[in-house]
């Protein structure tokens, strides 16, 4: 347990989790909004769909978290492992 006379952290104030959550929202809203301005140098037909990168590196993540939840249930030791 954390010390009371120990003085808070950045990431310690809800405040400034939320200041950091609306910047990253806008980060993100504006490299959307760019994917629409920039001219890229397409090589494949795909990449002509609307923000297709942000909505390849989701669906990216979505898979990763997917498949390392599977992988948790093969590789997972019991509680008492280290214990025996």
């Known amino acids: 347990m954390a010390d009371q006379n120990e003085p808070q952290g950045f990431f310690d104030k809800p405040e ?3 200041k950091m959550l609306k910047v990253f929202y806008v980060i993100c809203g504006l ?4 994917d629409f301005v920039v001219h890229r140098h397409i090589y494949h037909d795909w ?3 609307p923000a297709f990168y942000a909505i390849y590196g989701f669906v990216g993540c979505v898979v990763l978290v997917l498949i390392a939840k599977e992988m948790r249930k093969l590789l997972m ?3 008492d492992y280290y214990d025996e």
């Open 31 to 34: 490299l959307v909004i760019a």
């Open 77 to 79: 030791r019991g509680e």
């Open 47 to 49: 990449e002509k769909i």
């Open 16 to 18: 400034n989790i939320s």
